[in-house]
């Protein structure tokens, strides 16, 4: 603590330092929760700056018309009797709006702050949109010697005096004591600079340096986040890395997942692929074998489930769910292919309600062969095949058309192909998949490496196809069991000549069983 008592010697100006801007308003809200779409504010104070003078305090409760938790009620000492019968937000907007307008939003971990106005604002039917200064990046800027810059810490650091931590309004003017203290201790030129640094970009993660934001390339591929410690906390992908990434960070207000997890953001990492096809696949592959702590669970599944189709005795479809082993699948046989015998019959209800089909006939209802109408028919959402009313021909041709999307692509080639990936503005940037029945067999960095695997270029076992540079591994991503999420995404390109000739791909017919020339 001895690297702080010097500062603690030297005079607190009574107006902040020009570097600051001209026009502020030091905010704190106190809400329900951490989420700013579904909770809500119930204390909001803020200390209005002015040519760097302090022009005015303003405290209110909310009302959030839902219970405050107790470990809230702990934190704050916020009771529902304090809240009660306070004015709801939309009450005190108008007034509120007109003190930040016009002014600089600050505020310590400013998107917390600002998700949560922007969202209530939203409710209340105004669109509220700042540049916020958050103070704790300006605290990492100028103080970069310490490792925590929380508001408690700061507090400690300054040895500032506080009647009730955790109280909008309280906090609101530890900002400003912290504001004093650095216009004492950096030369104006110092403030200005660190804080048109901070305003000239959207707000990175509090632990985020801005350099790894810079890093990024603007093209496609896969970014990982990871927390100090190194921990992974999600996987995503895009055409544009740079702008994808950024966007987590812009549109946190509406996405609760966003916002708690820009807190513990402090690397970015990434992989360049040649276009968007690779990158899905390096994603949703990555997914699998990492578990990223705030991407949605994905896994490899042993068994998915089918829709099998049958007449009954009297020519109507019915439809059944069965299990499927992705080892031994045919998926040229199936229709859908789900994760569960749960979300089969979510599926198979939401085809029922958009077809008018029966019920009974899909296992969903009873038994069929009483002869008794389902309960739909009551509701005129079946037209009675189960007892005989409409004919097997007009259901079977609306079951038909409920199956057509759900009837498992045919694989479009005699055998496996290699699947040639390149960067139409960096040609070196290459790379190739091997692809057999809808199954991701391998990832390649030179084409001879389908030699080493067994395979060759049909009708030009001696023709090469130019490369880039072969890595350690060749055979990166490797995994030739059937995966439905890779499915997808090679359907979505190699049964679309538009989106292959757009990402630039292009397809060549492979023969199993050669070895290397």
């Not at 009620?73 to 009771?79: A, E, P, V, Y």
Request: aromatic share 10%; hydrophobic share 35%.
């Amino acid at each position: 603590m001895s690297m702080q008592l010097n500062w603690l010697d030297k005079p607190t100006p009574a107006r902040l330092s020009p570097g600051f801007p001209e026009s502020m308003v030091l905010l704190d809200c106190e809400t329900t929760g951490g989420k700013a779409v579904y909770h809500r504010i119930i204390e909001i104070g803020l200390v209005v700056i002015e040519n760097g003078m302090l022009i005015e305090r303003w405290q209110t409760f909310i009302d959030p018309k839902v219970p405050v938790p107790p470990f809230i009620q702990k934190l704050t000492g916020i009771s529902p009797g304090m809240v009660d019968g306070a004015p709801e937000f939309g009450d005190i907007a108008e007034d509120l709006l007109s003190k930040l307008k016009g002014r600089t939003l600050v505020a310590h971990n400013a998107r917390f702050d600002y998700s949560f106005l922007k969202n209530e604002f939203e409710r209340a039917g105004i669109t509220y949109s700042a540049k916020p200064l958050c103070s704790v990046k300006f605290s990492r800027n100028l103080y970069p010697q310490f490792k925590r810059h929380g508001l408690s810490q700061i507090i400690e650091r300054f040895e500032l005096k506080i009647e009730n931590r955790h109280r909008a309004l309280d906090d609101a003017e530890m900002i400003y004591q912290f504001f004093r203290k650095s216009s004492a201790l950096f030369s104006d030129d110092e403030i200005s600079a660190t804080c048109k640094t901070l305003l000239k970009r959207p707000t990175l993660p509090t632990m985020l340096d801005s350099k790894e934001v810079e890093k990024l390339p603007a093209s496609a591929g896969v970014y990982y986040f990871y927390d100090p410690k190194g921990t992974l906390l999600y996987v995503g992908k895009s055409v544009h890395i740079r702008n994808r990434v950024m966007s987590h960070f812009s549109s946190d207000h509406r996405n609760p997942k966003d916002l708690q997890m820009s807190s513990k953001i402090a690397h970015v990492d990434f992989e360049q692929t040649p276009s968007d096809f690779g990158a899905q696949i390096r994603e949703s592959n990555q997914i699998k074998t990492l578990s990223p702590l705030y991407n949605r669970r994905l896994r490899k599944v042993k068994k998915l489930y089918q829709y099998r189709s049958s007449e009954d005795n009297l020519g109507y479809l019915r439809l059944n769910i069965e299990a499927v082993e992705t080892e031994d699948t045919s998926v040229e046989q199936q229709f859908g292919l789900f994760r569960s015998p749960r979300q089969a019959s979510k599926k198979m209800e939401q085809l029922a309600d958009q077809y008018f089909l029966c019920h009974k006939l899909l296992g969903l209802e009873g038994d069929i062969t009483n002869g008794q109408p389902c309960f739909r028919s009551q509701l005129k959402k079946c037209f009675g095949a189960c007892h005989g009313l409409e004919s097997s021909e007009n259901y079977n041709e609306r079951m038909t058309a409920a199956l057509k999307n759900y009837q498992i692509k045919l694989w479009p080639y005699h055998g496996p192909v290699l699947v040639e990936e390149r960067d139409p503005q960096n040609p070196d940037r290459v790379a190739f998949h091997i692809i057999d029945r809808w199954r991701y067999i391998a990832k390649l960095a030179i084409v001879d490496d389908i030699y080493d695997l067994g395979f060759a270029l049909a009708g030009q076992r001696n023709r090469h196809v130019s490369s880039g540079q072969s890595p350690a591994d060749p055979r990166d991503d490797a995994d030739d069991r059937f995966d439905l999420d890779i499915y997808f995404i090679l359907v979505r390109f190699m049964v679309d000549h538009e989106k292959m000739k757009m990402n630039n791909l292009k397809i060549w017919p492979l023969v199993k069983g050669c070895q290397s020339i």
